[in-house]
């Protein structure tokens, strides 16, 4: 995701990069130390005021890493797709983000009131969604993008500090264009066409900018508390469209409320002391060798989609300096957006073995290690690296998330598992893919409803239509396995309660296994697709079906319906799956299982007849049909 704003002429570029580290940001700049300094308090600022706003006490986190270039000619050398184009803005900033990481770029000699906008807005404006998925859930999608605009419009004036400065771009388009009804503002989703298409982008990111700002001034001036009792509704659960009227006020009303507050000429402002706290002149300064600002850089234009530039200067850096933990964890990240797994988790590894202090080496190494398919080892080393990188960084909401993840995924230690879970979604309540992420943990443990019920949550969340596609997927799945535990309880119990003596059932259902005709086809597949390296590449299934007994020495999950068995044969051994477990039939021949049947877990080690379509070119593997589980 990014941001761009515009800015102003040209200086020269100078050589001295330094690195100027506050609490929760960490600058890199080839311009002079004050101004260094200068950047970072800015930042520090923001933060302040958005967490003062809701009360809430700073909390550590991964720093925000800054790219403050000099001069213009420097943020060019970084973007260079913006002056490629003839007559194509030049950004005074922009902000890339992805789930883990967070880069600014932003020009020095850009002014800071070019006429009368701020150039650093949109900066601030992502910058502020950032935060709100650290301290708010469940907010709807006006009042998202009302409250980054609002502080996005931010101002510094010495040791003060201008909150609810108008926004002269947003109040250019109230002046041009109609208006939303409040009542369908409040309903605006990820799937509505204003908040996608670009002829209504523009005047629903305006209005929600007026809108959240007349409601906050508004408590401002009587003295009241609406916008934090909606809020709190929010959080306990009511829907954003039932809190509105009871707390911000009815829709009709409202509308012309902010019918005649957007044609005033004046709008308030807020003038508040700089928050405690921050002090510019305790910010650590080194200066960066070439190597390392040749890394931190790359890392930049990895993330703005240069990767033949990126890789040119990773491997200067790694030339100057072969035992720099930045440039390897730098070049891994490259490699893992290419698509080059083996090459990503190599470099991470190096990364890891020469500063196993980085909590971000440590995290990245792991998660290389999950698109590479786990074994038990790659598990194990992947599980150490993920408490390596919490114990470093103990707020670093992803690392707890992806160990959940790992726990889950191998149906170990449900517990903890679940608790990473709700750490991760604690520390950042608004972060889409951590909420997913707990459901699916859930959808793990068996607990399908808690895992549809946190889906909803998800999808109520979901700001684009990838997003709410995954939620629904998620919610899809979860509904699927519920009715599979509800059928796969029915079918205990009626066999539990069958008569004892009729011994000649597993025979007859093996006979009429075997003689079948017409077995069902079940889904061919045409590409090969590696799931693990235990496991060679799936081929093209034959509708023959063939019935191998012997003892199940692996049944693993690597989503919570795709399985993987392997069954100890006499002569060797079968490799089979199945992408939906959920449609197997499961038959106990003369036991009982104790509760719900988990295959995930409970068919390891057991004795079991399994039907299943051969693949064409390897009579080793197959595809699941049926299975039929047995005492020793």
């Known amino acids: ?108 000699d850009a002014t800071m009131n070019q006429n009368a906008d701020e150039p650093y807005e949109p900066v601030y404006h992502e910058y502020v969604h950032y935060l709100t998925r650290g301290v708010l859930s469940r907010l709807p999608l006006w009042m998202v993008e009302g409250l980054a605009e609002f502080y996005g419009n931010t101002r510094l004036e010495g040791k003060q500090v201008l909150v609810g400065t108008p926004s002269r771009t947003n109040l250019l388009v109230l002046h041009e264009e109609h208006t939303i009804p409040v009542s369908a503002l409040f309903a605006i989703n990820a799937s509505s066409p204003y908040y996608h298409e670009e002829n209504k982008a523009s005047i629903f990111y305006a209005e929600s900018w007026a809108l959240t700002h007349y409601l906050v001034t508004r408590d401002w001036r009587e003295h009241t508390h609406r916008v934090s009792d909606f809020l709190k509704l929010l959080d306990q659960g009511v829907l954003a469209q039932e ?28 003038r508040l002391a700089a928050p405690p706290g921050v002090d510019s ?11 390392e600002s040749l890394a931190r850089r790359a890392f930049f234009m990895s993330l703005d989609h240069h990767p033949q530039e990126a890789q040119a200067m990773l491997e200067e850096s790694l030339k100057l300096n072969p035992n720099l933990a930045v440039a390897h964890e730098g ?21 890891v073995a020469l500063n196993s202090q980085s909590s971000m080496a440590n995290y990245y190494y792991a998660v290389s290690m999950f698109k590479g398919g786990l074994d038990d080892r790659a598990a194990a080393q992947a599980e150490s690296s993920l408490r390596a990188a919490i ?13 959940a993840w790992l726990l889950a995924s191998r149906h170990r230690n449900f517990d903890e ?35 549809i019920r946190v889906g909803k949550v998800a999808s109520e969340m979901a700001k684009t ?139 390891q080690g057991l004795r079991a007849r399994i039907a299943y379509h051969p693949a064409k070119s390897q009579p080793s593997q197959g595809e699941v049909v049926e299975i039929w589980l047995m005492k020793e």
């Open 243 to 270: 809190a509105a009227p009871r707390t911000l006020g009815d829709p009709q009303e409202l509308d012309r409320k902010l019918d005649e507050y957007i044609s005033r000429l004046s709008f308030a402002a807020a």
């Open 391 to 403: 114990k470093v960084a103990p707020d670093f909401a992803p690392a707890y998330s992806a160990l």
């Open 1 to 108: 995701m990014l941001a761009i704003a515009v800015g102003a002429p040209a200086g020269k570029k100078e050589e001295t990069w330094l690195q100027v580290q506050s609490p929760d940001f960490l600058v890199i700049t080839n311009a002079s130390e004050k101004q260094g300094r200068r950047v970072a308090y800015q930042f520090e600022m923001i933060r302040a005021v958005f967490r003062q706003f809701f009360n809430l006490q700073s909390a550590a986190s991964q720093p925000v890493i800054i790219i403050a270039a000099r001069d213009e000619d420097t943020l060019k050398s970084l973007l260079p797709e913006y002056w490629e184009k003839k007559g194509s803005l030049h950004p005074a900033g922009i902000y890339l983000r992805s789930e883990e990481e967070n880069y600014v770029g932003v020009r020095l």
């Open 331 to 351: 070049m891994g990240f490259l490699m893992s957006l290419e698509g080059k797994t083996e090459e990503a988790t190599k470099s991470y590894a190096q990364a």
């Open 417 to 451: 598992a679940y608790q990473f879970a709700l750490t991760a979604v604690s520390l950042e309540p608004g972060d889409f893919h951590l909420r997913l992420n707990s459901a699916q943990v859930l959808e793990f443990m068996g607990r399908s409803d808690d895992a």
């Open 281 to 291: 002149d305790s910010f650590r300064v080194t200066t960066l060798s070439e190597a």
């Open 465 to 603: 239509p990838e997003e709410l596609a995954q939620a629904e997927t998620l919610i899809l799945s979860a509904q699927h396995y519920k009715e599979f535990q509800e059928r796969a309880k029915a079918r205990q119990e009626a066999m539990a309660a069958r008569k004892t003596d009729d011994a000649a059932l597993p025979q007859e259902a093996t006979a009429s296994t075997q003689d079948s005709d017409q077995p069902p086809v079940l889904r061919r597949r045409d590409e090969a697709t590696v799931v693990t390296s235990d496991h060679p590449s799936r081929a093209e299934v034959l509708p023959t079906r063939q019935v191998s007994e012997g003892t199940i020495r692996l049944a693993k999950c690597s989503t919570p319906s795709t399985i993987e068995i392997t069954l100890d044969l006499s002569g060797g051994a079968l490799m089979l799956y199945s992408d939906d477990f959920m449609k197997i039939p499961f038959m106990a021949i003369d036991f009982t299982p104790k509760g719900v049947l988990n295959p995930c877990k409970d068919i």
